[in-house]
């Protein structure tokens, strides 16, 4: 009964397989074996479960809802196992391995080639792996062991067990459509001057922090956001102002990422001192070699033009 209970690596790794192939066939000539032996292999998974997986059909197979969520929950697992290994080799050989880094959207280009570049020159025993994902993803996968380190914008939301530094801060900046009639305006504007125009707002559930601060600085430019649309990320926002649909404001460090359609201006007088930043978090356990990655990634702390 023991043996019957070994969910190993192989085993967990051929059901995935064939959960993405979706045939036998398929399956057994990509994971390079014999069609009935996976087959087989899979009926003693599926007993060690204690619940059908697959549903088998004359073209094929598909999930069940266990299957699914079974799925689900075995990537996790060797996503965790990679990661667990990842760390014990890092921490017994010193600073050498494989660290697993999230980031959000629209940081990529702005602060992750900075920290490759100083990864690759001052730790070239580590090799760092990049993962894409939403704010309340990238921390959930470092909380549970899967990511070693995640850069976010917005860290109030993180459990207790995380940890956040500041690796950068950028004031924040009006973004106008390209053909606006202050693009082109050089030392600045004013927020005041956008008083009348209509506005695209960041969503408050998905960029509460941003959300915040666009209403905090135009109170104190003296007047309420005439919302016409929300959006729940950087590049919806852009979007609408590139389509000389409203304006906005966002962080003056993305001037580079906005397309062509949209122009970011400096603002001057009373909203100056309105920044937002970008975090790295971690797990408070974190190994030497994050803790040495995330060290040269703060002294550097790049700042927007």
Not at 71 to 99: H, Y
Not at 200 to 221: F, K, S
Request: hydrophobic fraction near 45%; proline fraction near 6%.
């Amino acid at each position: 009964m023991a043996d019957d209970m070994n969910l190993s690596r192989r085993l967990l790794e051929q059901f995935l397989v064939v959960a993405q192939e979706k045939h036998f066939g398929r399956a057994a000539e990509r994971l390079g074996m014999r069609q009935p032996p996976l087959s087989q292999s899979i009926q003693r998974l599926e007993r060690v479960v204690g619940a059908r997986l697959l549903d088998r059909g004359p073209h094929g197979v598909r999930l069940t809802p266990a299957g699914e969520s079974f799925a689900a929950d075995a990537r996790r697992m060797l996503d965790l196992q990679s990661a667990a290994v990842a760390r014990a080799r890092r921490i017994s050989t010193g600073l050498e391995g494989d660290v697993r880094i999230g980031y959000v959207s629209l940081m990529s280009q702005l602060y992750l080639p900075t920290m490759l570049r100083t990864a690759a020159e001052r730790l070239p025993g580590l090799r760092v792996h990049l993962q894409h994902g939403s704010s309340a993803g990238v921390a959930d996968r470092v909380r549970t062991g899967t990511l070693d380190l995640g850069f976010l914008r917005d860290p109030r939301r993180l459990a207790d067990d995380l940890v956040s530094r500041v690796i950068a801060t950028e004031p924040i900046a009006a973004a106008v459509p390209h053909d606006h009639r202050l693009a082109h305006t050089v030392d600045g504007i004013a927020l005041a001057e956008l008083a009348r125009e209509d506005f695209v707002l960041p969503d408050p559930g998905a960029l509460p922090v941003l959300a915040e601060q666009v209403q905090l600085a135009c109170r104190q430019a003296g007047f309420a956001p005439r919302e016409v649309a929300t959006a729940d990320d950087l590049t919806g926002l852009f979007s609408y102002v590139a389509a000389g649909l409203c304006v906005s404001l966002a962080p003056a460090g993305l001037r580079h990422l906005t397309g062509t359609g949209v122009t970011l201006l400096p603002l001057r007088g009373g909203t100056g001192h309105l920044d937002t930043a970008v975090y790295a978090i971690h797990r408070s356990d974190a190994d030497p070699a994050v803790t040495r990655l995330l060290e040269l990634i703060t002294a550097l702390r790049p700042q927007s033009p």
